[in-house]
């Protein structure tokens, strides 16, 4: 059951890199990482997802600890448009098959 | 086309109506998902399909509720006699192959009011 952690909210000055953490200490071991961000209004948006390296992408930047317990999300140059929910999830099989589930996500607010 | 398309995007109806909200997966797609948002909430699943295999319908709140997709094309799900705490934005989403490697693409959503 790959249930994950987030913080509810983080605010980053716009220009600055902004890290987004996120535990999932229960994730199975070929279980991918996936994140996803969601704009007021609009349905979530695909930015990246990672098993065990690291990953890059022209979006974000993921960093998975060694042990995958945990993984951040590095947007290098934060612009006030990146203020979204960012939503770490994982896949847990419940009632036979496989499904993702969104937590309440990392409400991030971008600063002029 | 280019995205998964969800209509209507706003549907306004009264307690007790029945309601359809449809679903436009993007072509190619075999798997579909329905998630409900409630107001400042995360999303909560529905519903799942995958090509011709039987729905997992683990997610759906009550018999109210349910949902029917022809093929690997258009989906609907229904919300029968509804209530004001049905009140939420539905999400669709798809996928290429069964929730894996590419995730999910998702509509934008209807947004439905029980007054």
């Known amino acids: 059951d790959a249930k994950t952690t987030q913080p509810t909210s983080m605010d980053c000055a716009e220009g600055r890199a902004a890290n987004l953490p996120c535990n999932h200490s229960?994730?199975?071991?070929?279980?991918?990482v996936y994140w996803y961000r969601q704009i007021h209004s609009q349905g979530p948006q695909y930015i990246i997802h990672?098993?065990?390296n690291n990953e890059t992408n022209e979006m974000a930047s993921l960093i998975i600890t060694e042990d995958r317990k945990s993984s951040t999300l590095i947007l290098p140059h934060a612009t006030l448009r990146d203020t979204a929910v960012y939503y770490c999830?994982?896949?847990?099989?419940?009632?036979?098959?496989?499904?993702?589930?969104f937590g309440t996500g990392t409400r991030l607010k971008v600063l002029a | 086309g280019a995205g998964v398309s969800q209509s209507p995007s706003n549907k306004v109806t009264e307690k007790g109506k029945d309601v359809e909200l449809r679903c436009d997966p993007i072509?190619?797609?075999?798997?579909l998902y329905w998630y409900r948002q409630r107001l400042g909430q995360g999303l909560e699943f529905l519903i799942y399909?995958?090509?011709?295999?039987?729905p997992d319908k683990s997610g759906l709140p009550s018999d109210r509720f349910s949902a029917e997709r022809t093929g690997e094309s258009v989906s609907t799900l229904t919300i029968q006699r509804t209530q004001q705490e049905d009140s939420a934005v539905y999400l669709c989403?798809?996928?290429?192959w069964g929730g894996g490697a590419y995730g999910y693409t998702f509509g934008s959503g209807t947004r439905l009011t029980v007054v």
């Open positions: 989403a798809s996928s290429n």
């Open positions: 229960t994730i199975s071991g070929n279980e991918y």
């Open positions: 990672g098993l065990k």
């Open positions: 999830i994982g896949r847990s099989k419940l009632s036979g098959t496989y499904k993702y589930i």
């Open positions: 072509s190619g797609h075999t798997a």
């Open positions: 399909f995958q090509g011709n295999s039987a």
